[in-house]
């Protein structure tokens, strides 16, 4: 089953462009989601899971139109939100034994069970009959995942899953993820490159609501590689840099900042060759043209 | 500092709509309060202007009251949206105190506040200057009558109410608690207001009163006309005790609340919880099991189920929901301790009063109504679960509906409760009989129909307007929309939404004829609602977009096929009931709203009034013949008039009214001998004959008739309670009558205004020929002969006045025949109904004439508690009136209950019909209650005398000698049967009902002796200064006085017209001594108030059984113009003195009670008593009419010695 967005674009109500004709081809499997905050990921990710409606534009899962047919989604959806709360007073048991219901779960008996595995899963079945209104942040998101696995899906949608997550639930998450079977679209959206890169066949990296690149990770790290120099500067000296070369990422190390260029060849001797990864992949999409003129942001960054 | 955070808080709520919304909604809901009819709170009655200082007070003080909600809003959430946004550790980490945090945003809020109730101040003030007022209703314009009101009603009103819910918003940091708290307040003045119906209680009921609204009312309780026009309500006295005390508790609130006010983010819980343990069972590698789905609609059902149930644990579990309901059922069980009352007796908890005070919960539901259907519809976007349910694979209907479903069950699950507490109630009661038919049945329609509506259209508005407190307020905006538009005659039930009316309960005839129209009504507005309903489902959130244009466009997706099935088919029951309830209330029955009905009552007398005084022949003779067929709620009567020209002139016109209700229809009228229709006013059923030959004097003419009362399908509202089930009540005026009617007049005189009539002239002046020549009952007739057969169903017994002559069977059917052997008045009732009878026999031997009477009382199976009593004063009032009086003029009395569709009883000739709600079932405590059913049996009986045996002219002054005359003879009969403290009780509240009813004049307040029909004057104030006559001149002169009255003026032969009270007033002079002939003056004749004040009161111990009382006592004499502007008149009063002491049993009792001369302002008595004085004053037993009778006693202290 592939999921085809077409031409999809969507400007609020208060005039900010959320997406612009963003056109992707997904297929079974990860696919991850890049992009920084505000860059229209979950505007996205609301519209595939039924929940926003897009100005134009088409999305396709295999048969159904997602736009219209509406409940067909939903019955093979899972979806994770990037913020959500619970009720309080409820418990996480009886919580996910309701939503199971809405979900369309009618044998008892298997609900009880499915129920049962997911907390298991989640490592929440220890604190399961504990109102939800006393979980810690890292349990309520895991809660999330818990509910967005209900009833076998076969579109799973988490946006920004392993926020708040410490590593070892993030790579028990993760694992989890991967183990879903080949049959399932899972979309996953961060800004956490690494989730990307350990974990999905395919991704997108959207900035300021378009698909500024789509493809497989390891792909994409091939086309820069090589490309990548990183040099030790001083402080002072950043804005120069700037001006001069195409400033992919610049980042303290032990106090004095390091800065990663593309280009084509070693800009000069003072600058060093590293093995590109898919951080650089992604800064160099997302920052790669401004940073010639020289963003404001950047500069008090 | 703090100055910062004041200066931050005014600009974030200038920034804020709400804060405009607000002050637009109070605004424009003042202007149109004052300005217009078209919203009312509060306003004056009468002859108190609009914009009277009073009536502006009130309103002011509802409108803080009622809008007490803005106060929470504005002021609980200054300190809460920290902890609601989460703001509050970049809050709590800044350098600030606690004081300048608190205090600044305390100061900021309430000054927004002040700001958002300006509204109501320019609202009223503008509203004053609309050029559509009425000049005439109008004082001149004067900015302290609404300052004043605000500085001392709204202004306290708004402090300590913001106080407090600033301080529990900030302390509690929860909206709800915030809410709870502005409920309570609404208790305490619930309870003021019930308790308030106790006179004794009004002090502190005025104190208890959160919104000063009980004060007001007490502080100005007998304030006149001219009073209410002329003064503010002052800050002094209980207005000045109340707001200090809401002050006081607002500060002190204001202060805990600071000190418990934590200033961290995470503070330790008030209670600790109940930790749950966590276990170590959580296995990993468990594998997540393939499970099966289904979507149909079995499994819908089954979602809607689990939904609506767990809906209905969140409401139910909900803290504010429980409190709410807590109160409501303490509001309950206070209220029945005051259901029912009359003249501060206890009605029996009867299964249908239970259900009225029940009633008295559904302020409670509307709260839980409004505020949940907002809860509900918001509770998944309140936590932020929304997009995770949003995206399950449910149809859209499914939450809503169970939302629906799920506050449906919190109100059957509450109902049930209220009937457990009303069956409690009645237990505790000491009455077993719990008609639990009657509580499902009232309960689970009327309240339950009506709370599913309101609770569709709560969702409606809701969902459309997507915002929970506008959602609030427009919730409240249509109810008093609703009322708007009755008021601009769109009256019709068919526009106001839910108004399905269930009726009044009668144990007599259950809800009877009301059930049909009550269920199309509901049916209609049900599908109304539903329609409304699939609207929501259409249009409501679901998803991150909340955007009206993307909500329509997703509507329309929504439109599936059972939601198109549940449109077409709301729709289809809306408009096939709404076709039918038309053709019910509208075809074949007449439905016209109030203008048109007045405006047609007003054409009625512009065109007929001239023939008002024209001069018929009146009727010597009735025969008729009746048929009731009470299941169809019919009848039919065919008989005759036998009419007499009594004029010196012949008479040739001969104008017949017939009853222009559409359900009356006639085979014929006739007359019995050559006749033509000169005019035909068919609008008015006004029809002229002209004789052929005129009718000469002396001569007679018979009228024949037959008439035919229809009852088909049901009306939109006011059915006729006469013709019923069981308990068939109506009278001859259902009859045709002679001549214009002057009843039929419009008689409020907005109304008349509004239609160009010039205001009504209630009666005519006493000295008016055209007044002395008829009778109160109108001038038809000066007495008849009457002759009666009626049938009816077989299981009832027909009544009539007149003695039984034949009762017999035929088809099925129960035939009485009556026939009345002296002359009576032309007024006579007709009653059908299941009856037991309860029948007794009195001889009276007056002159050693004996006369036995026959007593029965035919009452409703089950009505029997108060029978002895009436029997009881049938007995001693026959005794009492033909000893002292004359003998009575027929030889049978009969009461029969009716339903309680009205309450009142009514004297006809041998015949007293009794409501069922006013003696039947009223708890008569034998020693502490004033017994009212042997009251009003009396005060009837005593209208065979006062009415039956001497009719009053029909001018001023008439209803003196009808009611007040009938007054005094029942308590000259009390008297004799129960204590002084009775009649004192009694008295106290006739007091009240002049003293309150003369504030609610609407024209000018007439002495007793020329009352215009005014109740408050003719029962409550002829009742006082009648027994004050007696107490003055003694009761055997006055029953001296009144022998030789009837005797003087027992038929209107004897004088060629009726009496008037310069006649009766006459005869109380000829007993009067000189030196209290002022007294009938005073008492009849003007209107004089007393101010009567004990001053001072000591004691001196003399010996153990001498006590020498010092008391100075003040008076003052006004005398009132007709509009209550009061001048002092010269004292020369016989007042009484009296002091009190204790007996036995600890009880007060009176040591010493003389009437003392007094002519000065102020007097001081050294008076002897053998016991410890207690309390000592002037005129302690209230028998003068005085606005303040509580300072009349002191208690006495015992003097210092010397």
Known sequence: ?301 | MWYQIFKFELQYRKARPATYIYFAILFLLSFLAISTDAVQIGGGAGLVKENAPVTIATMMAIMSAFFMMITSAVMGVAVLRDFEHNTDSMMFVNPITKFDYLFGRFAGSFVVLLFVFTGMLFGFVLGEFMPWRDADKLLAFNFWHYWQPFMVFVLPNLFFTGVIFFMLGAVSRKMVVVYSSWIFLFILYQIGIMISQELDNRDIAALLDPFSLITINTATQYWTVTEQNGQVVGMDGVIFQNRVIWMVIGIILGVVGYFSFSFNVVRSAWFKRKTVKADNSTDLSVAVPQVSTSYGFANNLKQIVNQSFFYFGQVFKAVPFQAMVLCGILILIINSFFMGRVFGINTYPTTYLMVQNISGFNLFFLIILVSYTGELVWKERDVKINLIYDAMPVPDVVNLISKFLGLVLVYIVLLFSLIVTGVLIQTFNGYFIYDLPVYFSSLYTDTLFFLVLFTFLGFFVQVLVNHKFIGYALMVTFFLLTAVLRNWGVEHRMFQFGSADLGTYSEMNGYGHFIPGFSWFNLYWLGFAVLLFALSVMFAVRGSEAVMKIRFKVGKLRLTRPLLIMVISALTVFVFSGFYIYYNTNIINSYQNSDDRNADLAEYEKTLKGFEFLPQPKIIDVNMKVDIYPSDRDYQAEGYYVLENQEDHPIQEIHIQLNPDPQFSYDYVRFDRESLVKENYEKFDYVIYELKEPLQPGDHLKFEFKTIFETRGFVEGGSNTGVVFNGTFFNSFDFPTLGYNENAELAEDDDRKDNDLEPKQRLMERDDPKGLSMGMLGDDSRGINFEIVISTEADQIAIAPGYLQKEWKEEGRKFYHYKMDVPMENFYSIVSARYEVLKDKMTIEVDSIRKDIDLEIYYHKGHDYNLESMMKAMKQSFEYFSKNFSPYQYRQMRILEFPRYATFAQSFANTVPFSEGIGFVLEIEKDKDVDIAYYVTSHELAHQWWAHQVMAANVQGSTMIIESLSQYSALMVMKREYPQEHMKEFLKEEVNRYLSGRTNETKRENPLSKVENQQYIRYGKGAVNLYALQDYIGEDSVNAALRRYINDWDSFDKNGKYSTTEDLLGYFRAVTPDSLQHLIGDLFEKIVLFENKAEEATFEKLTDDKFMVELEVSSKKLEADSLGLTVEMPLIDWIDIGIYGENAEGDEKLLYLQKHKIDEGTKTFSIEVSQKPIKAGIDPINKLIDRNPDDNVKAVSEKAAI
Request: proline fraction near 4%; charge should be negative.
């Open chain 1, 1 to 301: 089953m592939n999921l085809e967005i077409n031409n999809l674009s969507k400007t609020y109500s208060n005039g900010v462009q959320a997406l612009r004709d963003i056109n992707l081809s997904i297929g079974t499997g990860m696919f991850g989601l890049l992009g920084p905050n505000g860059a229209g990921k979950s505007s996205l990710m609301r519209t595939i899971a039924t929940l926003q409606e897009p100005d134009t534009g088409s999305i396709k899962l295999g048969d159904i139109d997602v736009l219209v047919q509406k409940d067909e989604v939903r019955k093979i959806l899972g979806y994770l939100p990037q913020e959500f709360g619970v009720y309080p007073k409820v418990s996480a048991e009886v919580l996910l034994n309701h939503l199971a219901v809405l979900k369309g779960i009618s044998n008892n008996k298997e609900r009880r069970e499915l129920v049962g595995a997911l907390l298991h899963k989640t490592n929440l079945h220890a604190s399961r009959k504990k109102n939800l209104g006393g979980y810690s942040g890292g349990m309520k998101q895991r809660f999330g995942i818990a509910q967005a696995l209900l009833a076998n899906p076969k579109l799973i949608i988490v946006d920004e899953p392993t926020a708040g997550l410490d590593p070892a639930e993030r790579n028990r998450f993760l694992n989890l993820l991967s183990e879903l079977g080949e049959n399932t679209v899972v979309i996953l959206s961060t800004h956490i490159v690494d989730d990307v890169k350990e974990l999905c066949t395919n991704m997108a990296i959207i900035n300021q609501g378009e698909v500024v690149l789509q493809g497989n990770p390891q792909e994409q790290i091939d086309t820069i590689q090589g490309k990548v120099w990183k040099k030790s500067i001083e402080k002072d000296e950043l804005q120069v840099y700037k001006n001069k070369y195409r400033v992919i990422s610049e980042r303290l190390l032990a106090g004095k900042p390091e800065i990663h260029v593309l280009a084509d060849s070693n800009p000069d001797s003072s600058f060093e060759g590293v093995e590109a990864d898919l951080e650089d992949v992604y800064f160099s999409h997302i920052i790669g043209d401004d940073i010639v003129v020289g963003s404001p942001e950047l500069e008090n960054a």
